[in-house]
T-cell receptor
Framework: DTEVTQTPKHLVMGMTNKKSLKCEQH?????MYWYKQKAKKPPELMFV???????INESVPSRFSPECPNSSLLNLHLHALQPEDSALYLC???????????FGPGTRLTVL | RKEVEQDPGPFNVPEGATVAFNCTYS??????FFWYRQDCRKEPKLLMS???SGNEDGRFTAQLNRASQYISLLIRDSKLSDSATYLC??????????FGPGTRLSVLP
């Protein structure tokens, strides 16, 4: 199984809402990532979890809160987002950092 | 200077053509190199890792030139389905992916 799954596929939320994005992999990978991608731009790294511990936070605003409940799951909790946070949010996993990463299909988020 | 640079294109080529993309990186300590392709509104998918000796996978050939700090991707006999954005990725030891801005390819009938 070389698949990374993400839910939901699409999400529309208001600026006062609280929502969560979910990501799952069953490849036994020990590193998991959240990226944000705007149109016509490459993915931008947000967070890295290595062995279920947060190892990198790329100066992401606190309205984004990651969580890694176990080695297969990664969540991104969203609260009080801004319209400019609208983007494609991609989850990825890899055997270890610097190895090839496998991406999920993403959640397309719209903040109204 | 950006860490990873690519010609954004677009490259518009006819079916059957050979097309080459280059990617340059600024940090000589970079360790791992990859090419990903991304279709419109889809996730990036690994196309191939790039090894020091160069590697080939069917119509695709990747080369690494450490002295000049660039990697290349050659696509032979282009197909319509090769139309996508090609992302160059570089990592430092133990660090995470640094994406290039991507090169857009359109293969025309």
């Amino acid at each position: 199984d070389t698949e990374v799954t993400q839910t939901p596929k699409h999400l529309v939320m208001g600026m006062t809402n609280k929502k969560s994005l979910k990501c799952e992999q069953h490849m036994g990978h020990r590193a998991m990532y959240w990226y944000k991608q705007k149109a016509k731009k490459p993915p931008e790294l947000m967070f890295v979890y290595s062995y279920e511990k947060l190892s990198i936070n790329e100066s992401v605003p606190s309205r984004f809160s990651p969580e890694c409940p176990n080695s297969s799951l990664l969540n991104l909790h969203l609260h009080a987002l801004q319209p400019e946070d609208s983007a494609l949010y991609l989850c990825a996993s890899s055997q270890a950092s610097a190895n090839e990463q496998f991406f999920g299909p993403g959640t397309r988020l719209t903040v109204l | 200077r950006k860490e990873v640079e690519q010609d954004p294109g677009p490259f518009n080529v006819p079916e059957g053509a050979t097309v080459a993309f280059n990617c340059t990186y600024s940090n000589s300590a970079s360790q791992s190199f990859f090419w990903y392709r991304q279709d419109c509104r889809k996730e990036p998918k690994l196309l191939m890792s790039v090894y020091s000796s160069g590697n080939e996978d069917g119509r695709f050939t990747a080369q690494l030139n450490r002295a000049s700090q660039y990697i290349s991707l050659l696509i032979r006999d282009s197909k319509l389905s090769d139309s996508a954005t090609y992302l160059c990725v570089v990592t430092l030891y133990g660090q995470n992916f640094v994406f290039g801005p991507g090169t857009r390819l359109s293969v025309l009938p």
